[in-house]
């Protein structure tokens, strides 16, 4: 498939990131249902490593690098627009945007969360789990629900649920929308910084945004707040005129300068969650984090993050690695990475855990010392050979499943948003042509 036009290219290859990031969620969180030993970057202190743990390939198989890029593409794509204007010297356009945008938001992004929790409810309390319940897969068991007790405990739980999951990111019925609430505020700080920045120069800009990468940086927050300022930042970056006239100048030196970048992003995104003293190179990284980071921070947050950012940056100057991210078919999946990503543990915990464990019979454990008979095994996967070809099946599956929500759910979900906006806006703020901002 050819890339888009180069002039649509340098906002494009941001999408093409995000179905990457979305697509290496789905694979960390098999991954991590199947084959828990990759979070380490070798089989112990004394095995090497199998080829999914080494440096670089096992970016294929972590998920938190793609959180990071999530918060990243929520700070870029949001300020493009507005920081565009600015510089335009449009800058009442720049916030008539941000509002409206800042207020969709919340329809938006919670509406279809709240849309994936209910069907996620249903499934539970007509049984989908109960494989699940008993699959040789402690991830999959911890994150599977139990049925209510009652209706009324049932109706309870899942309006619980809808509420807590953003108050304290905890939902029974899909346990990965913890992140949906800090990228919530993550979304919520970039319009607050855009409000406050829309009048600043440019150049100024640049160093407030720095200044608040760096407080969010020391402040350990890992998780959203300071790659929600570095997306911010590389917005501004992009539209500096001297700064790219700069890079169209010196060749050599932006051809070199961002591959390194990469090169380094991807070592940094491929910090092991666990044990990373296993292995010299990760060893020698919990080290340098030991100079480089705030206090007790947790460095399986930190190095994903950081490494994510540097990441984009080397990206976003990089030609060749933008018109591969431009290609359509990675830009296909960022446009799906919203419903992938609401949809996929669930499709985890049901359909891929029917297929693999369905079938299997729960091991006899024998009797104990006093000659009580002891509870059968976990449901053992059914047949490897079914599992190498029914997990690729499973991506083609969960992105079918995508392609109809996008089709579907998202549509009504917009309508809702849009509805809600008639009743509550100003004519004259509903008379002008809406900005779009994802």
Partial sequence: MAPPAQGKRDVVWIDGLRGIASVLVVTAHICRSLVPFLLSPA?????????????????????????????????????????????????????SGVAKSAFRRFGRFMIPAMVATTISWLACQFGAYEVAHLADSQW???????????????????????????IDGY????????????????????????????????????II????FYFKWK????????????????????GDSDIASFMEAH???????????IFMGLLFCSYPEEHAEWAHWSNTLQHLGHWIFPRDVEFARYYPGMGADILALGVMFNTTAKK????????????????????????????LTWVLFGASVRPQQGKDENGNQLPPGWLPIANRWVALFAIP??????????????????????????????????????????????
């Avoid at 999959?140 to 619980?160: M, N, V």
């Avoid at 849009?418 to 009743?423: I, K, Y």
């Fill in 251 to 261: 060749p050599y030196f932006q051809a070199m300068s961002s591959a390194s970048l």
């Fill in 209 to 212: 945004l720095a200044g608040m």
């Fill in 43 to 95: 089989m112990s202190d004394q095995l090497p490593p199998t080829f999914l743990q080494l440096p670089f390939i096992r970016c294929l198989t972590m998920g938190r690098a793609s959180v990071a890029i999530f918060a990243i593409v929520t700070g870029y794509v949001n300020s493009l627009g507005p920081l565009k204007k600015s510089r335009t010297g449009n800058a009442d356009a720049a916030l």
């Fill in 324 to 351: 591969l991210l431009s290609l359509r078919f990675l830009c296909w999946m960022g446009k799906l990475s919203w419903p992938v990503y609401l949809i996929h543990a669930p499709l985890i915990r049901t359909v």
């Fill in 171 to 206: 939902n029974t019925y899909d346990r990965i929308q913890w992140t949906l609430t800090y990228l919530l505020k993550g979304s919520m700080m970039t319009y607050l910084s855009l409000f406050a920045l829309v009048y600043v120069k440019p150049r100024w800009r640049m």
């Fill in 393 to 438: 099946l499973f991506y083609v599956f969960l992105y079918r499943v995508a392609g109809l929500w996008s089709s579907y759910v998202d549509p009504w979900c917009t309508n809702i948003t849009q509805r809600f906006e008639d009743v509550v806006f100003r004519d004259d703020a509903k008379a002008e042509k809406p900005l779009l901002l994802s």
């Fill in 219 to 238: 402040s350990g927050d890992a998780l959203v707040g300071f790659n929600i300022f570095c997306g911010i930042f590389l917005a501004e970056l992009s």
């Fill in 140 to 166: 999959i068991r911890d994150t599977s629900p139990a049925k209510s007790s009652s209706f009324a405990g049932a109706l309870y739980d899942l309006f619980h649920n809808l509420g807590t999951t953003w």
